[in-house]
């Protein structure tokens, strides 16, 4: 297990090959969230500076516990050869459309529609691990189902749904999204 401060052309590199990560919140009460993402929806900015967009779907406990707490964790786990494990720690925000910052970060990714927010986090430390233990697996296809989604949805609908929604599931706030993303 070796520390850094920064991540670094290897954990870049390796970054670029990931399918899936997954993302690691909590506020001082109340459940642990643990979640999933895909797609092609994460970048690195800089050494010190990732970014994620992520689409309306179940909750939005990232959200809320980034606004009560701001920590953050971000694993990356190669599936492949070599076997290798990436924490990436820091703090992170969460930037929605209406938000000032929101075309300088939407400039880096090809948004999908129903995009409700990008993920801006700022990198504190890097953990790589040995990850032995992690099976060797391949991706054979995204799961269309999110995206087909969120291409038949009407406006209005999804807006009152995940716009609206200004509650996690342990009751902490977050910020409703105020504008529909077409997307690719």
Known sequence: MDFFDALNDSHCAMIAK???FFVAT???EGRINLSPKGYDSFRVLGPKRVAWFDMGGSGNETHAHLMADGRITVMMTNFEQPAL???IYGRARPVLPQ???WDELAAHFDLLRGTRQIFDMTVESVQSSCGWGVPLMTVTKERE???KYHAQADEAKWMAKTGGRT???DGLPTRPTE???EGN
């Open 18 to 20: 990931q399918s899936v």
């Open 26 to 28: 909590a506020a001082a």
């Open 85 to 87: 494990i990436l924490r």
């Open 99 to 101: 938000d000032a910052d």
């Open 145 to 147: 189902a999110l995206a």
């Open 167 to 169: 509650r996690s599931i």
């Open 179 to 181: 504008r529909f993303i």
